[in-house]
């Protein structure tokens, strides 16, 4: 039986898990529709970081004694900004793309924020923050990237 501590901590990752696969889903979609070399591209990298990320959260999960949940959601935001995408890349609207990016890693963004305002385990807290950096990174280069493409 897992501790309210632990249990916190497990529940609280695997809402990650839920969010940054849809993430993962997204990217690989629009990397696959995707008409633009450049956004196919950074899509596959965005996509692969995704994974690298689910699976780290994933063994965390197994480390606090829970059964890490291994897919996304179809409810919320994080599904509506992943149908905007995709709507999005079908239409090859590049400026369009880039902004449902930017909404959806903000949904990324907040729940990983959310996440770090929790008592969590030891350890738990640092890779939760050294994923909200890169995710804000990978915002930045987002808001840069439709900057450069109005």
């Not at 965390?60 to 919320?76: M, N, R, S």
């Not at 890349?89 to 369009?96: I, L, Q, S």
């Not at 449902?100 to 350890?123: H, M, N, T």
């Amino acid at each position: 039986m897992l501790d309210k501590l632990r249990t916190e901590t497990v529940d609280t990752l695997n809402d990650l898990i839920r969010i940054v696969e849809d993430s993962h889903e997204g990217y690989r979609q629009a990397a696959e529709t995707g008409e633009d070399d450049d956004l196919r591209t950074l899509f596959n990298d965005l996509a692969s970081q995704r994974g690298a990320i689910v699976r780290e959260l994933q063994r965390l999960v197994a480390e606090q004694g829970g059964a890490p949940d291994i897919g996304g959601t179809v409810l919320g935001g994080a599904h509506r900004f992943f149908l905007g995408l995709r709507t999005a890349v079908m239409g090859r609207d590049r400026t369009a793309v880039l902004a449902e990016v930017e909404r959806g890693e903000a949904e990324c963004v907040r729940r990983y924020e959310q996440a770090l305002d929790k008592e969590l385990s030891d350890g738990v807290g640092d890779v939760i923050a050294g994923h909200l950096a890169r995710i804000r990174a990978d915002c930045s280069r987002m808001a840069a990237l439709r900057g450069e493409a109005v």
